[in-house]
């Protein structure tokens, strides 16, 4: 692939060509390892494991068994901690370029691989191939954006005035210990990767829980991990659903969790960590992200942007557009464009070139929609669009549903402000810019937000009085979604996330370090 080709969530490369060429390989090449049963990783060794097997299944098609694990035990997950932490010390002691080195060839290794990460997301987790490569693609960048900031901060070791002429004083950030990194399933290498690159660059160690539904891409990114060069203990991999990841939680000799996930098992872990002394907890735990259409909008970009934003992924995302207020001059031309670019949207196989829209990620979901959508109709919404779970042969034997669109719902009902994780889009029309950020800010979560308008009266008070931490104006890729590491911090307000201090933004890795103030007298 030529060099200059690069697919973020936002931007697309010039030859769409050679890339259906190589991603077609890859899915070709990775159908031909589906069925494998994967040990876990534990102090560089593979460990066979003794818990039940449980299957990793193509959501678009659950007959498709793509790999097997097993779950960890937790006598298996108290070795994964104990190697970790045997590890620390020389790991946290080794000079910071050298874990930054380590870490640049990890990020190398998954450019090398991205299209076969790519294709095991695809059919694992659901996602598209544009979604899926953007994933492949910010895990790369994510280790290196990380590996920068310690090297720019001289590895968090600055100089500090002196109180006499014969002392020497400074600040030293330093690794606090064994990390507990829990994943979830709709960015699985790129929160995956992420979270851990955090934790490792910084001189942590780590025992990593991917999610129980893509336990297969997650299992990838740590051979990745152990083929760049991690010494032995320094990154444990552990299979396994919700108990083992709440033993983990529970385990006292964890010094940190960083979690991404729903607010309420993002909330219990907050109140469950830490019991005799505060430990950190990194945790991003969704949100509510509105959409606003003011009268000089440009109408086909807020439309583009709001269904792409809606619908990407499913709506499986934590930035999902997932609410519109649009003022009411406006919102029969901007529905109308709305549901025409709605209506194009291919279903299917999200491998497949042409889909845009693939399963939801399990029987839990599909049924979920379904009840949501029965609510709508009963609190006197109207399905504008969609409302239809997906039958048909080619359908059968996944979890597809139609992308719903939905007026008339009373504003305060509980889908504008409650996480659905769905693609469904409830639309409601205001009187002005106030009434709308009034609106949006009753939500308990302050993700992101995104604004349509010409009026930079009208952008200057969307910024200033948006309750929400990632905020966009007038983008068409993307009303509320398409952070990139560098670029767009990716932070949390209120229930939305627990440190103020984002992913992809320049104040992450120093999160999972602490301050040691060193005074020396000469």
Not at 157 to 166: E, H, V
Request: aromatic letters at 10%; charged letters at 20%; proline letters at 4%.
């Amino acid at each position: 692939m030529p060099k200059q080709f690069k697919i973020t969530y936002t931007t697309l490369g010039a030859n769409m060509e050679a890339f259906h060429r190589e991603y077609d390989k890859a899915v070709t090449a990775v159908k031909k390892k589906e069925g494998k049963t994967y040990p876990h990783l534990i102090n560089n060794r593979s460990i066979r494991g003794r818990g039940d097997v449980y299957a990793s299944t193509n959501p678009a098609d659950t007959r498709q068994v793509l790999a097997n694990f097993r779950q960890a035990t937790e006598e298996e997950m108290h070795a994964a901690v104990e190697a970790a932490r045997l590890a620390f010390p020389k790991w946290s002691e080794m000079d910071y370029r050298k874990r930054v080195a380590i870490m640049r060839k990890a990020a190398a290794l998954i450019r090398k691989h991205k299209f076969e990460l790519a294709a095991i997301m695809s059919l694992e987790a659901g996602k598209n191939r544009l979604e899926a490569m953007g994933d492949a693609e910010e895990a790369a960048d994510l280790i290196d954006y990380y590996c920068q900031q310690i090297i720019d901060a001289n590895g968090f070791s600055m100089p500090l005035a002196k109180l006499s002429p014969n002392e020497d004083t400074r600040s030293v950030l330093r690794a606090y210990g064994v990390w507990g990194v829990i994943a979830p399933f709709n960015f699985p290498l790129a929160l995956s990767v992420g979270m851990s690159a955090g934790a490792l660059i910084a001189g942590n160690t780590v025992v990593f829980k991917p999610s129980h539904s893509t336990p297969w891409i997650g299992y990838r990114m740590a051979e990745i991990y152990l083929q760049a060069g991690l010494p032995a203990g320094v990154f444990n991999f552990i299979a396994g659903d919700r108990k083992i990841g709440e033993q983990l939680v529970q385990h006292p000799k964890l010094n940190g969790i960083v979690f991404t996930g729903s607010k309420t098992v993002g909330m219990h872990i907050f109140h469950e960590f830490s019991e005799n002394f505060i430990r950190p907890t990194i945790i991003e735990l969704g949100g509510k992200n509105p959409a606003l259409v003011m009268p000089t909008a440009d109408l086909d970009a807020a439309a583009e942007g709001v269904m792409k934003s809606a619908f990407g992924l499913q709506g499986q995302k934590c930035s999902a557009c997932s609410r519109v207020y649009v003022h009411k001059k406006v919102k029969n031309k901007f529905m109308d464009l709305l549901l025409a670019k709605t209506a194009k949207i291919k279903i299917g196989d999200p491998s497949q070139r042409d889909v845009y829209l693939g399963p939801l990620i399990n029987r839990s979901a599909y049924d979920k929609f379904a009840a949501i959508v029965s609510e709508a109709k009963d609190g006197n919404g109207s399905i504008v669009a969609g409302g239809e779970q997906m039958t048909g042969e080619e359908f059968a034997n996944g979890f597809f549903v139609q992308p719903t669109i939905v007026e008339g719902l009373p504003r305060h009902h509980r889908l504008f402000y409650e996480e659905l994780f769905l693609p469904i889009l409830p639309v409601a029309a205001v009187d002005s810019l106030e009434e709308a950020v009034k609106l949006s800010n009753k939500a308990e979560y302050g993700l992101t937000a995104g604004i349509y308008t010409k009026n930079k009266k009208e952008l200057d008070y969307f910024f200033n009085h948006i309750e929400a931490g990632v905020t966009y104006a007038n983008r068409r890729s993307g009303a509320t979604t398409g952070a990139w590491p560098g670029v767009n911090s990716f932070c949390g307000w209120k229930g939305s996330g627990s440190t103020g201090k984002g992913a992809c933004g320049p104040y992450y890795v120093q999160q999972f370090m602490r301050e040691q103030s060193r005074t020396m007298m000469k």
